[in-house]
């Protein structure tokens, strides 16, 4: 984010001396100044005053974390995974945003795991690389050490490597928790083409700066009924020799993270709800990187919102079959009339797999049922990998393992078989 903002208590100028508030004529103490920088110090930092030394740790001990291998999609097949599979009801009551994550796909780049939770977590920050963790159902504050947000349905939280917080999921009579969790190994943010040369949201990007949410700040142990000296544990993961080349460690601080008094910068997490997402539509129909919302190192995240869609009077609103030649395609289908569908087996929860290497796009019938519809009404998120996809153990307990042969299922019949979203 090359937004500065400035929160809380800071000095006029930076790298010189802020202490507390003094006694009598004697002065405070100093407090600590961090910088939180990307790319060494080459691209976009915050300055962060901590109270406390923020390298000190008392004790460092091994996070197991849940299991991190990944199986070759070998042979080539797309798939459907039913991620609301993945939990049940007794499973939720135990289960934390962070250490509760189950992995579904991952390669070198990005992990993408789900997570259905009713605790909070413990406090945690990710050393290999952003998250963008999406909000599919259900209610949570996230208090980071910039402050925090009260997050919801619909919502993309972004939170920048090493940013350290926690999830407190809210109680809702209705849904619980659930949350889509995509780990960068790199930097995740809006795509360049969006973006001036000094960073500014241009006039043609689907968003602009209005529609994100800073976090509100300080936020302090005490804000949050804590001891400042509240010895506090912290979970890292980081990379090492694990599956993926992910391992994890909990280092134990001798107070309590939420110690910043201010901070001012250009990186600090963010959120941006999908509701706020602008659709670009046209004559005849676009191609997906007009759905496009952000990007990391080699992937993109692309969501498809309720839109009017093409109107050329000879227009076919459903894509023409595609060959993703450079990438796979996963399709998280969030809301809209899946359920509709009979045959297709896509409902809400749902992921699609389509590999590179295998074109595909709408069920038979589809496109010529399309033609004349004036709107979709579909809420979906979409990640695409330059990079092949691998399954993860979650992956694997929930592939409904008929999506394969769906679509030769269905030639000669009116059912959906595959690619049951506008976007195939
Ligand atoms: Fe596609």
Redesign the pocket.
Known sequence: MAHYQAVGNIPPKRHTQHRRPGRGRAPGELYYEELMGEEGFSSDSSLLYHRNIPSTTVRAAVWELPDQSTTPNHPLVPRHLKLHDLFDAKAVRGTDVVTGRRLVLGNGDVRISYAVAAQPSPWYRNGIGDECVYVERGRARVETVFGSFDVGEGDYVILPRATTHRWIPRPSTKDPLRVYCIEANSHIAPPKRYLSKYGQLLEHAPYCERDLRQPDGPLLAEDIGARPDEQTEVYIKHRGSGPGGVVGTVHTLPFHPLDVVGWDGCLYPYVFNVRDFEPITGRIHQPPPVHQVFEGWNFVICNFVPRKVDYHPLAIPV?YY?S?VDSD?IMFYVDGDYEARKGSGIGKGSISV?PGGHP?GPQPGATEGSLGVERFDELAVMVDTFRPLELGEGGLAVDDGLYAASWSRGLGSTAAPGGAHS??
Do not use: Q, V
């Open positions: 894509p595609h993703n395609e389509h595909h976007e195939g």
